[in-house]
């Protein structure tokens, strides 16, 4: 069972299927149970081929994934998944209750657990604002919703299974700084390994250390202190 949130990245290089090209390109690093790691790099660098492949939705062409010290391959898809809460670029929403997104996956789920995630993900107060509150519907056949709400519902249906590996995909690019940072004083409570792709340096600086990705190689993992120190590129984008 997962139940430290370590991850470690063993020699990995990984091209898509039908591809020739690597997109991620011999990385090594390793996050340590608890641990936050913000990802950073331009548009294209591979930070979201490298995220999709610690929940599965790929597999490495080269090298190992291991979580918790063994192999992902040790690991029951649903274990993994369950254990891991990837929250995509581009969320998913699907035609039914707010409700039901935010639980699924979790049948048992209570409603103060549902409306404890989405008071978390801070989007709790804009679902009272909807005409049916929690029942109202989404989805391609409901309401509209903004991309900013939507990553937030997504957010809260990683949150009510209390991942121990919590993966933010660019997932609060919509929310102004002051909502960004209640998310992540939020998040904070749950006590799981963090990793966050994110273009803002300030949201980058909140994590204990910072992965910057180019062309799909790690360029520099450390601090910000380390990284101003080390990585020009990492100056570079500082600055603009
Ligand atoms: P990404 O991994 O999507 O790069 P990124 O997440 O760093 O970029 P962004 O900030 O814009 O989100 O892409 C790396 C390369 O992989 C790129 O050439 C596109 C390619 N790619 C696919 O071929 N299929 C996919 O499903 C994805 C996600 C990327
Ligand atoms: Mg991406």
Redesign the pocket.
């Known amino acids: 069972h997962i139940t430290k949130g370590s991850v470690v990245f063993d020699n990995v290089s990984f091209a898509?299927p039908e591809?020739e090209?690597d997109?991620?390109k011999d990385i090594n690093f390793q996050v340590a149970p608890g641990e936050k790691l913000a990802v950073i790099?331009?548009?294209?660098?591979?930070?979201?081929?490298?995220?999709?492949l610690i929940p599965r939705l790929y597999d490495p062409t080269k090298g190992k994934v291991s979580v918790d010290g063994s192999p992902l391959s040790d690991y029951s898809l649903d274990e993994l998944r369950g254990s891991i809460g990837y929250v995509p670029?581009s969320p998913l929403l699907f035609t039914g209750s707010v409700t039901d997104n935010i639980a699924w996956g979790k049948d048992q789920a209570t409603t103060e657990e549902i409306m404890q995630a989405a008071k978390d993900a801070q989007i709790h107060d804009t679902i009272m604002q909807l005409d049916d509150q929690y029942e109202t519907r989404v989805g391609q056949k409901g309401v509209n919703l903004s991309g900013g709400q939507k990553q937030r519902i997504s957010i809260a249906r990683a949150l009510i299974r209390k991942p121990k590996i919590l993966m933010l995909?660019?997932s609060t690019s919509a929310l102004d700084l002051a909502t960004e940072s209640r998310l992540l004083d939020a998040i904070d409570t749950y006590q799981c390994t963090m990793l966050i792709?994110t273009?803002k340096i300030t949201t980058a600086m909140r994590a204990d250390r910072i992965l910057l990705?180019d062309e799909?190689k790690l360029l520099a993992i450390g601090t910000h202190t380390e990284l101003l120190a080390s990585s020009a590129l990492y100056r570079k984008i500082v600055e603009s």
């Open positions: 898509y591809s090209e997109v991620v790099g331009s548009t294209g660098a591979g930070k979201t081929s490298l995220f999709q670029q995909d660019d792709i273009q990705m799909g």
